[in-house]
């Protein structure tokens, strides 16, 4: 009964904080509401799941009762019968509440700073860098999360060499963590006139947004210049220097932002991804297998290194890390990620699951 002690320890806590939320005190701390109803959100789904276990098992007891003291054959029969069938819903339920007690990553709800970089493939890779963000920026839309680029060099041809922009709304590092890797393409194009498939790539990193508290800079630390934004010419040219550079001098980093024409918000962009660069250097200290495997897989950009392939004549796409392909790539490259998200979400749970046995 400890899966049943633990639940029953869990709605007590759900409950007093119910009962906290109605205080005046705690309604008038606006910091500390948000705090709780955040948390008791979090447990909600978890006690429903308790109320359902709770029923369940009674029925269970009131089954068992009837077997051991009843001598009607018919209403032995009918209770035998249920019995069986409460017994596989208990199972099913248990392996649905062991999931749902997992550690959830305190990450999940943060918000994002997403990298895109062209790898290997020359142009056709910065076409497929244009893609994938054109595809996040579509899933995000439909998601109802707000986009703001911070950094975007273009091909001039419709790629882009590199692209860093910061996503916010609901869990959205929990949707899109899995993210982070080498994507690799299999297509002809545009720009071949054989018709020979060619394979390309690009890096995708996906970096939780950190509040101050999180990640202390010393101001020392830094070495900011200030520069002219490029554009396309004309009027559309910056001619005062409000693009900033920010680099790291202890760890080498270098950020830069040139999308706004205030210096200002140039620079508050900038601190941004930093924070979460050095917020992301840390957490991967701590796990170092982990880590070392990341950042290769990031630093290089190489097709060896994939985590993901989208193979264009087949409309195929195959995420290697689970063995999961589908055949519905013109959608997934429109944006619609759910299926894709959805698995890779089952099988990290299932791994943790696991790991905890």
């Known amino acids: 009964m400890e899966l049943y002690t633990k639940l029953k320890t869990i709605k007590e806590k759900f409950d007093k904080i119910t009962e906290q939320l109605s205080n005046p005190n705690i309604i008038s701390d606006q910091a500390k509401y948000i705090s709780l109803n955040k948390e008791r959100t979090q447990l909600q789904e978890l006690v429903q799941v308790f109320g359902e276990y709770d029923n369940l098992l009674k029925n269970i007891d009131g089954n068992k009762e009837i077997i051991e003291t009843s001598n009607e054959k018919e209403l032995l029969e009918i209770a035998e019968s249920e019995l069986e069938e409460l017994k596989t819903k208990q199972i099913e339920l248990e392996e649905k509440i062991?999931?749902?007690?997992?550690?959830?990553?305190?990450?999940?709800?943060?918000?994002?700073?997403?990298?895109?970089?062209?790898?290997?493939?020359?142009?056709?890779?910065?076409?497929?860098?244009?893609?994938?963000?054109r595809m996040y920026s579509r899933y995000a839309e439909v998601r109802g999360w707000k986009k703001e680029i911070i950094d975007l060099s273009d091909t001039g041809i419709g790629g882009i060499k590199e692209a860093v922009f910061s996503l916010s709304g609901s869990s959205v590092f929990g949707d899109l963590k899995f993210e982070s890797g080498v994507h690799r393409v299999q297509r002809v194009p545009a720009t071949e006139g054989s018709g020979r498939v060619h394979t390309s790539a690009a890096s995708v990193v996906v970096l939780p947004e950190v509040e101050d508290v999180e990640v202390e800079i010393n101001q020392n630390d830094l070495r900011i210049d200030v520069y002219r934004s490029g554009g396309a010419g004309g009027q559309n040219v910056n001619k005062v220097e409000t693009a900033i550079r920010i680099t790291h001098l202890p760890t080498g980093l270098v950020v830069q932002c040139q999308d706004e024409r205030s210096q200002l918000k140039n620079r508050q962009k900038a601190?941004?991804?930093?924070?979460?660069?050095?917020?992301?250097?840390?957490?991967?200290?701590?796990?170092?297998?982990?880590?070392?495997?990341?950042?290769?897989?990031?630093?290089?950009?190489?097709?060896?290194?994939?985590?993901r392939t989208y193979n264009f004549p087949q409309n195929r796409v195959t995420d290697h890390r689970i063995s999961l392909t589908l055949y519905n790539l013109a959608e997934v490259i429109e944006g619609d990620l759910d299926e894709l998200i959805e698995k890779l979400k089952l099988a990290d749970r299932a791994e943790k699951l696991q790991a905890s046995i």
Do not use: C, H, W
């Open 271 to 307: 601190m941004k991804v930093l924070k979460a660069r050095l917020y992301d250097m840390k957490l991967s200290e701590q796990n170092s297998e982990i880590a070392a495997q990341r950042k290769s897989m990031v630093k290089r950009g190489d097709r060896s290194d994939k985590i």
């Open 98 to 133: 062991k999931f749902l007690l997992i550690p959830k990553d305190p990450d999940d709800d943060k918000n994002v700073i997403m990298e895109i970089r062209a790898g290997t493939g020359g142009e056709e890779a910065g076409l497929f860098a244009a893609d994938l963000y």
